[in-house]
């Protein structure tokens, strides 16, 4: 199966500060890749995906590429606000989800 | 349109007590997953049901967990004789097909006395 390595957080911005939060993944196959995002209180929502090499994902600001070459699917944002506080899953999925372990990000006003 | 439901929100049981969780896709998914997230062992995926074919039960921790889905729609997960590990949040998604974009429900959070 799939395994995802993403960077151990916790990570504290303050507002307007550029975000990136790292992702690796191991697969036999062509995983889609998946970032998933946890407000507090919340449930988990998708954020943004891509389903295959070089392809881009984006929403809210958000992007991530996904980089065979690096197995890498790494998650940016150039300007966080406070209400990107929240916690960032990364994920492949072959039809069930490999998740990463979740990095916590606080965004300071 | 409505997205995946579960219920209840909450469970506080006994040890040793049998619970049920409840699961209610989107209309049409024929994929449905359930996972658990609990603070040591972070997302982990417990089952998945494709359509009429069997299960994949891969993820299931012990024999006292179980699933079902009636009828392609609503899914039922069932713990027997409940213990303080399983103290979790249980997540529902589902998914047009395998490999889709899966969407997630609220959870429920069982507590385990």
């Known amino acids: 199966g799939n395994s995802v390595t993403q960077m151990e957080g916790p990570v504290t911005l303050s507002e307007e500060a550029f975000l990136t939060i790292n992702c690796t993944y191991t697969a036999t196959g062509y995983p889609s890749l998946f970032w998933y995002v946890q407000y507090p209180g919340e449930g988990l929502q998708l954020l943004l995906k891509a389903t295959k090499a070089d392809d881009k994902g984006s929403n809210k600001g958000f992007e991530a590429t996904y980089r065979k070459e690096t197995t890498s699917f790494h998650l940016e944002k150039g300007s966080v606000q406070v209400s990107d506080s929240a916690v960032y899953f990364c994920a492949a999925n072959d039809y069930k989800l490999s998740f990463g372990a979740g990095t916590t990000v606080t965004v300071r006003a | 349109g409505a997205g995946v439901s579960q219920s209840p929100s909450n469970k506080v049981t006994e040890k040793g007590k049998d619970v049920e969780l409840r699961c209610d896709p989107i209309s049409g998914h024929t994929a449905l997953y359930w996972y658990r997230q609990s603070l040591g062992q972070g997302l982990e995926f417990l089952i998945y049901?494709?359509?009429?074919?069997?299960?994949?039960k891969s993820g299931l921790p012990s024999d006292r967990f179980s699933a079902e889905r009636t009828g392609g729609s609503v899914s039922t997960l069932t713990i027997q004789r409940t213990q303080q590990e399983d103290s979790a949040v249980y997540l529902c998604?589902?998914?047009?097909?395998?490999?889709?974009?899966?969407?997630f429900g609220p959870g429920t959070r069982l507590t385990v006395l």
């Open positions: 049901f494709q359509g009429n074919s069997a299960p994949d």
């Open positions: 998604a589902s998914s047009a097909q395998p490999a889709d974009t899966q969407y």
